[in-house]
């Protein structure tokens, strides 16, 4: 063979073979075990600099040589409690106690708090407190990256690559996030709407008094968390002085700023669980450091230090979260009519029917009106003489707390009335 030609041919091959001259890409999203998409995550391969995943989880490496091995990994840091709540725990219990209750490998070890490689029990009080941000050193390295199979732990690894490589799915796994909320709105029709509410608040300076908690509409709850928050300058904590529910955890940490982060589950059966609209879920004795005429301003559930939440349970196990609702209303205690002689409801509470019965000790021009739990008003009535007495149905009105305001020029007295 000519020389020429036999050089010209081992040179066109060298330049064709795709071991020595291609090259190609590597690509793919992190994701959550749910399919989510993980912004922000450092993914790395092989002899590549680090890229950081989108918005919705991508990450692309170009220009890499054919023929080799990848692998690719993932790195990620946020706060060790982010993620982490009460429905967490929820699921955990559901995942140690409730037969046939689905969950994945990843959940599994997310939900591992304690690192001995099984869940249990210790994993369930570890992530309560976690989601009221107690205990962050267990949670250690608070992200971990596998395969799509589960199988690798720590990232994917790509063997021989000779073509370019797409829709790889890097998994990312949050220690103690082992229900993703996404997964868990929206609730099922009837659903129940709860709502927090305390009543309004007057004080002077060096007073104790103490604020409770209530709720209505509180059916199969499983659990809840929320961060009360009040004016550290107003208000001082002094005690938790009770709670219904039977687990109840808070962050004492918190409290000297002005947080009081508070997290309730439900060890028993839910079957049937409902609390009477009124029941007061927890109370809180404070003292004032100075004068003030409501709690509005001063006292709030705020959001900027842990997500609020009410886990709703239904009987095969599933949890959803709820649209719940707090409110500061009118209080409900005594403010003296001067002339008030008698002021009764009976039968309080009440099914479908209630009697009234005011009487002054002279004459008097009044106004008594029935309200609803937000405060709105629902009808009303003029009083004009010394008595008043009458019957009063509320067999359309729904189950609830309500609140009779009788209104004079000497004073304003409010009574609950409890609808069954």
């Not at 205990?135 to 720590?154: K, S, T």
Request: glycine share 8%; aromatic share 12%.
């Amino acid at each position: 063979m000519n020389k020429n030609l036999y050089v010209l041919i081992l040179l066109c091959g060298f330049i064709l073979n795709p071991a020595f001259s291609q090259t190609i890409s590597i690509s793919g999203k992190v994701v959550r075990h749910n399919g989510d998409p993980v912004e922000g995550a450092l993914v790395s391969c092989t002899n590549t600099s680090p890229v950081a995943s989108a918005l919705d989880g991508s990450f692309t490496f170009n220009d890499l040589p054919a023929g080799e091995n990848y692998f690719i990994s993932g790195m990620h840091q946020t706060d060790v409690f982010d993620g982490i709540t009460i429905l967490d725990a929820l699921f955990g219990r559901n995942m140690i106690i409730v037969p046939g209750f689905e969950f994945n490998e990843y959940q599994l070890f997310a939900g591992d708090l304690n690192n001995n490689f099984f869940f249990t029990t210790i994993d369930l009080v570890l992530m309560t407190r976690a989601a009221v941000k107690i205990d962050a050193g267990i949670l250690g390295n608070n992200w971990y990256f596998f395969d799509q199979g589960g199988i690798q732990q720590g990232g994917i690894f790509l063997e021989d690559v000779s073509s370019d490589v797409s829709d790889l799915e890097l998994i990312a796994t949050k220690s103690g996030d082992v229900a993703i909320d996404s997964d868990h709105i929206p609730p099922p029709p009837g659903a129940p709407q709860p709502f927090y509410y305390l009543e309004d608040y007057n004080a002077s300076l060096d007073d104790e008094f103490t604020i409770e908690i209530k709720v209505n509409d509180f059916k199969n709850i499983a659990g809840f968390q929320h961060a009360l928050s009040w004016d550290p300058a107003v208000l001082e904590f002094v005690e938790l002085e009770g709670a219904v529910f039977s687990s109840t955890w808070i962050n004492e940490d918190l409290l000297g700023e002005g947080y009081f982060p508070i997290a309730g589950v439900r060890i028993d059966s839910l079957s049937n669980f409902e609390l009477p609209d009124g029941t007061v879920l927890y109370s809180i004795k404070f003292k004032a450091w100075q004068d003030f005429s409501s709690l509005v301003g001063i006292v709030e559930i705020t959001e900027s230090i842990m997500p609020r939440q009410t886990v709703y349970r239904i009987e095969n196990g599933d949890l959803f979260l709820l649209d719940d609702s707090f409110e500061i209303v009118e209080s409900t205690s005594s403010k003296s009519v001067s002339n008030l002689e008698k002021f009764e409801i009976a039968p309080n509470p009440v099914l479908n029917e209630f009697f009234i019965r005011i009487s002054f000790e002279q004459f008097e021009n009044a106004s008594l009106s029935l309200h609803d739990f937000s405060g709105k008003m629902i009808t009303n009535w003029n009083l004009d003489g010394n008595n008043f007495e009458q019957s009063i149905s509320v067999y359309e009105l729904p189950k609830g707390t309500y609140a009779l305001k009788l209104v004079s020029t000497n004073g304003i007295t409010t009574k609950k009335l409890i609808k069954f």
